[in-house]
């Protein structure tokens, strides 16, 4: 089986750079090769993927996900002939559609080959614009991508998550990273572009399921018990622990009144979270959790969990959020933002102000 990895974006968007981050990762002890397909552009990459140990196949003439169908089949049949390799990495001309290239490896019907990464950067500081004037071709590499890194987003003006948004319209299925990929590990980079599933769906239902859990064990405690056995531990092998912080109700009933009667989690809990580019300071943190903890008019938090850039360290600042006690961690930095809130009877609109406003 040999591994079939699309890089698609507009001109200058940053593939190859992405490319060299990838040969950081365990991709340098596979048998690789490369496929550029330039449409006329100079080709001033090939220099450096061949000292990096990659052959070059370049197809100058055109289009391979369109007039060239047919000299595409023809190449990467040779490819797999030649090499031998265990992963081809395809970097379209920025102006081609990633659906046509798709359409290309499945007409090609090679049954080695496995369509594994479809990955298409996002220029930061020209979506907008290229969303206007080239919307086909555009909308074509979002719509079809598995993930979307929006780059040059630190340069970005205005608001950042509208421009996430706006891409995350566009495509709701795919993992989307904000995190400069120089600042991410190539590894867990790798792995995040291979994944399949959406994270952020996978970590609401993690924190969703971990709530229900919590509801369920609650029918089966002491009702003394009922503020402090959610006390969360962790490996603190790679994150440094900041802070702990317990705050016990004074009111027992109060604490425990939503779980007396037995109910499916969807009819006990409603959940607010969302993926963003904000980046907070320990203070505000703290105070907004503090806030989720003591202000009984946001309904009863059960559980809340996130993963949000730090303003004030280099590093991320991971925080869980049990029935009032929470702990804000030190981590590495992640692929973007995000951050999740569960409970009964919750104020989305007041809670989404309040996170905005730290």
């Not at 940053?14 to 552009?41: A, D, P, Q, R, Y």
């Not at 001033?44 to 196949?57: H, M, N, P, Q, T």
């Not at 970097?91 to 298409?120: Q, R």
Request: hydrophobic letters at 35%; a negative charge; proline letters at 1%.
């Amino acid at each position: 089986m040999v591994k079939v990895d699309i890089i698609s974006g507009f001109l200058g968007a940053g593939k190859t750079t992405l490319i060299k981050k990838l040969l950081e990762s365990k991709i340098k002890n596979e048998k690789k090769v490369l496929i550029e397909n330039e449409f006329g552009e100079i080709s001033v990459d090939g220099s450096f993927l061949k000292e990096s140990g990659i052959e070059i196949k370049e197809i100058n003439a055109g289009c391979i996900c369109c007039s060239l169908v047919g000299d595409f089949t023809k190449s990467i049949k040779e490819v797999i002939t030649k090499f031998n390799p265990e992963r081809i990495i395809i970097e379209p001309s920025g102006v081609g559609k990633l659906s046509d290239i798709i359409n290309a490896i499945k007409k090609a019907d090679i049954e080695e080959l496995k369509i594994n990464m479809l990955v298409t950067i996002v220029d930061g500081l020209k979506a907008k614009l290229y969303l206007k004037n080239f919307g086909e071709f555009f909308l074509d590499q979002i719509e079809f991508a598995n993930s979307i890194i929006i780059s040059k987003l630190d340069k970005a003006k205005g608001n950042k998550d509208e421009l996430m948004m706006l891409v995350k319209e566009k495509n709701d299925h795919a993992n989307i990273i904000t995190t400069s990929i120089n600042e991410m590990d190539a590894n867990d980079l790798l792995k995040i572009l291979e994944e399949k599933d959406s994270l952020h769906e996978k970590f609401m239902e993690t924190v969703l399921k971990e709530a229900e859990k919590a509801h369920h064990e609650h029918h089966h405690d002491d009702e003394e018990e009922c503020c402090h056995h959610h006390e969360h531990h962790h490996d603190d092998d790679e994150e440094e622990c900041c802070h702990h912080h317990e705050h016990h109700h004074d009111d027992e009933e109060e604490c425990c009144h939503h779980h007396e009667h037995h109910h499916d989690a969807d009819e006990i809990f409603t959940s607010w979270g969302k993926e963003t580019t904000k980046i907070v300071s320990y203070d505000s943190l703290k105070k907004f959790l503090d806030t989720l903890a003591n202000d009984d008019s946001l309904g009863i938090i059960v559980r809340s969990k996130g993963i949000l850039k730090a303003s004030d360290n280099e590093k991320w600042y991971y925080f869980d959020f049990v029935a009032g006690d929470y702990e804000i961690r030190l981590g590495n930095p992640d692929f973007t933002g995000r951050i999740v809130v569960i409970g009964s009877k919750i104020d989305e609109e007041k809670i989404e102000r309040l996170f905005l406003e730290i």
